[in-house]
């Protein structure tokens, strides 16, 4: 299964996984070195539980990366559901190899499938809504984009990559510019210098008067900072549809399906990528 991405992922793959190698190799593995360092393996990968299956190529990378000649034979492909005690992947490679570079590969693996499984969940949870569940800049430090790529396997979307791809403008800023108008004319003059980098241009408001103002201003994209769900469905009726409209702050799996069908087309959840437990995988050797 391909999932669009919005950038090339096979150099931040290469970077994040010479990183966990580096960091869990060090000098040498001095327990695999009692291992024959001719002998081949195989073995394969097991789900213990449940979810959406991500991280295949930074699995893939740890294990080619001291093994170049390995080979990996995958049943399920980022992005499909897994089911409880379902068999991943086929492995052969340098048994040596292939116990230096478990660790890193789990690693990756688990923490990516339980970023996508977790993203299935919310965005199963809002079917049938015009809604978006959308992730945020909460996330790991060193793998933002491993994290989104795991959001948009699991059926979610992805909100900026970071500071440098679009304009995100908070309550700080806009004290600090002079008010919403201001704020937003300077921001329409740094998009058009900034060409195609810049994706977008929102603006966070707090109150239906800053929509109206922000709205005025020719904001095409607005943040609902902590709205109630009155005050969305009172928005989304005065929007009419002009701009798109995000709700953001204190989004849980209980309040997002009610938060949905106030009209409003994306739901912000930094839980996605910041509160994650690793789904539980694990390698065994089978030869």
Known sequence: MAIDFPVPLAPEIARNVSAALEEDLGAGDLTASLVDGSRQTRATVISREPGVLCGTAWFDECIRRLDPQARVSWHAADGERIAANQSLCEIEANARAL??????AL???????AVASKA???ADAIAGTRAQVVDTRKTLPGLRLAQKFAVRCGGGGNHRLALWDAILI????IHAAGGIAAVMAA???????????????QIEVESLDELETALAAGAQMILLDNFSLDMMREAASRNAGR??????????LET???IAETGVDRISVGALTKDVKALDLSMRFVG
Not at 99 to 104: G, I, K, N, T, V
Not at 243 to 252: C, D, H, K, Y
């Open 256 to 258: 997002i399906r009610g």
């Open 120 to 122: 299935r969940i919310y």
């Open 107 to 113: 690693n990756f693996l688990q923490l990516l499938s």
């Open 187 to 201: 921001a329409q003059q740094v998009a058009a210098a900034a060409g195609e980098r810049c994706r977008f241009i």
């Open 99 to 104: 116990l230096s570079a478990e660790r890193s």
């Open 243 to 252: 701009a798109i409209l995000e709700a953001s702050g204190n989004v849980t």
């Open 170 to 173: 908070k309550e700080n800023h």
